[in-house]
């Protein structure tokens, strides 16, 4: 090893900033999943009977699924029955009517998180949605959303006020049956986000949703719906964090966004769940399903994620484009350091006529990370002049990491045009010297680079979102290099 | 040369690189306000000393001693011999993609200021300064946002350090083989902004093959570095008797 990459190796340290457990009194169910479980969550929520019967329905199948282990990572054996489906802070009964009844304890959790609730210390423009392991315990800037007519709230909030669009779009993107993890969230999720953009509106502010996991031995299945109708145009983004515990704890979410004509949907990820610690022990398993529809013409869905928590990330934000002439983006940064693992990436499935999609990931390789790229470009027989553009880029840091590649191409058309360009580097002694040679420590040389490494996705990202992620992807990389 | 302070002394320098001796006990000493030529051979070790004291690792120091302004040098982390106003000028400047030159640049003042106890430097006239400094060097405006040397020609690359240089402002700038592959445009723009930052202050080590450089920067001094030390010092008219001579002869008395 050369010099510097010793140098480098000595700087580890400042580690998972996120780790802390807000002592509150929570309401949670015994561990075990069954029907009864289900329906407890069901009546809890005060849920239609169809949707109680909807999530029977995945209950159900889900039992005659078996987990799936074709992901390059290595997984844990998890324990179903172990875990508990529901945990809720108990001093929210029905919901705070507004922020002035949220329990203080909560405000204060989210202001460490540097998500502060309170609407006058909140940045002009982003409205809020604060989901508290099972439950949504504050949404800010409804008022101000509603005269625009955007419909922001907690899902749970949006079964009971606007049941038909539930009904007419729950599962229609990711159907009960997708796959084990998407069922299994089908049958027992909790909470999440619901946004309906009506049309030719043009959302007025970002929306956020800040997940926060901090009971122990629960899971958090939260459940996230976005339509954008006729010509609208929304920009959501979401942010996680879990306290520091040796148990793994598992989150698996399910994303749906449906973009009708002309509509345009930008959701953006920045996920830092817990990653475990230095030796592997502990962190969030963050098994996630995330699909856009594009059923519109000229329809646009545009995923951006910075994925650096999670001890394991399995998720693969897809597009369906549907739609003649709809766009599909998927721009990604994730990173692995210590001996976390990601196998991520995305799924363009053409099937409308001109569709076009571009795949630009970043993967970043520190420690003993192993990180994954797999995605998967297809070309139905219906998608004449369709086009797919893909670039894959990998950063090695060290020698003892792994990156991966899994590109798989299925182009039916002949008039299709599939492009993929791929790269794997490290950062070089060269570069470090470079930096180094200009008084800039190891440290901001190494952030630096891969910053620049990860510009052309960064650049997707929303202001407020940008200069968080590169602190997090600072604060994950820190001293891992080679 | 002993009598007057020297800004740096180099005393026996003894270096290797991969457990190879390079520098063989080198003597030099460079006072403020001078610029010498390091001439020589390849592999005379000319790159090699501007490595070892901008302190690169994997050059090893094995003897001797160099001191910078009174402080041990050899002693100092790459970045502290450049916060204590050291510069590099590199032969083949490294490609950084993706991060901006402004965005560098911007850095590694704000950690010299940062070294000096001085407050972050203000972004609307850093701006100011490097456009002064980028007309000087016939750059235009878009250098700024492209990345560190990405997809610089070889002559837009050598015209970045110098940029750097005057933007560091060093006490002591080694430019390492800057002329090599310029056209005689980007060499004369090149000399003039290595002599437009020549003061009684500041001094500057230009380490050449040829004296192409020299007839645009005038140096006050000419050494002629063979296997790993001085073999001969001497002022500007030993660079043009190198020229027509060649260096065998200077190898031939040292032998």
Redesign the interface.
Known sequence: M???AK?LEQLLGRGYQHGFVTEIDSDTVPPGLDEDVVRLISRKKQEPAFLTEWRLKALRHWLTMKEPHWAHVKVAPIDYQAISYYSAPRSKKDGPKSLDEVDPKLLETYAKLGVPLHERARLAGVAVDAVFDSVSVATTFKERLAAAGVVFCPFSEAVRTHPELIEQYLGSVVPYTDNFFATLNSAVFTDGSFVYVPKGVRCPMELSTYFRINAMNTGQFERTLIIADVGSYVSYLEGCSAPQRDENQLHAAVVELIALDDAYIKYSTVQNWYPGDAAGRGGIYNFVTKRGDCRGRNSHISWTQVETGSAITWKYPSCVLRGEGSIGEFYSVATVNNHQQADTGTKMIHIGRNTRSTIVSKGISAGHGQNTYRGLVKILPSAHGARNFTQCDSLLMGGTCGAHTFPYVEAKNPTATVEHEASTSKI????L??????????E?AVN??V??????VFKELPMEFAVEAQNLLAVSLEGAVG | MGARTAMLSIEDLQARVDGKPILNGLTLEVGAGEVHAIMGPNGSGKSTLAYVLAGRPGYEVTGGRVLFEGRDLITLAPEERARAGLFLGFQYPVEIPGVNNVYLLKAAVNAARKARGLPEVDAFEFLGLVREKMALMRMEDSFLSRGVNEGFSGGEKKRNEILQMLVLEPRLAILDETDSGLDIDALKVVAAGVNSQRSPERACVLVTHYQRLLEYVAPDFVHVLVRGRIAKSGDRSLALELERRGYDWVAGEAA
């Open positions: 050369s010099e510097s140098q070089s002694d060269e570069q010297f470079y930096c180094l040679s200009r008084g800039i420590t190891t901001d630096m680079i910053s620049g490494f990860c510009k052309s």
